[in-house]
């Protein structure tokens, strides 16, 4: 397997702090905490419910995707700065839930910082070596495709319907 230019250089990178911030990034619960607090700090009741159900909804269509492609992660085969994960490696969920969310906040007042987080969350994913260029273009692909097709489907459900999963989401 060869991988594409921006993907070698990028996992060639070395810069101490940059590795230490992106292992952060690259635990899941940190990763999820994170990602809650943003969503915490940038919507409020209904809203907020509804976007953490949306990621969490496509967090799990990421994995399943993963499951169906099976590509193999970069760093079986170069080296990489932390332990190369068990899974597969597209799409990477980090960078398909954080430009989802990106997605959802960019008409807020300062939505360019959130999107100029989920380019850091995707260019840590190939820095680290565990994801592809491919497999991080992917997944911002889904992760704004797929935000954009869960609120559509969401403005044209039913009123009774929402009203069910309102109650529900609080």
């Not at 590509?71 to 430009?99: T, W």
């Not at 939505?111 to 969350?121: D, N, R």
């Amino acid at each position: 397997m060869s991988f594409d230019i921006i993907t070698i250089w990028l996992s060639q990178l070395n810069i101490p702090l940059l590795t230490a911030v992106s292992q952060i990034i690259d635990n899941d619960m940190i990763f999820i905490a994170i990602i809650l607090f943003i969503v915490f700090i940038a919507e409020q009741g209904k809203k907020r419910n509804r976007l953490v159900l949306t990621l969490a909804i496509l967090f799990l269509f990421g994995v399943t995707v993963k499951s169906l492609v099976h590509e193999m992660r970069p760093c079986l085969q170069i080296p990489s700065k932390i332990q190369c994960p068990g899974d597969y490696s597209f799409p990477s969920n980090h960078a398909l839930v954080a430009f989802a969310l990106a997605t959802a906040l960019w008409k807020k007042e300062n939505g360019w910082i959130y999107a100029l987080f989920a380019l850091f969350v995707a260019f840590t994913r190939i820095y680290l070596g565990v994801h592809t260029s491919f497999d991080v273009l992917g997944a911002i692909f889904l992760g704004i495709t797929g935000y954009a097709v869960i609120t559509l489907l969401w403005e044209r459900m039913p009123t009774a319907l929402k009203g069910s999963f309102l109650t529900f989401l609080g």
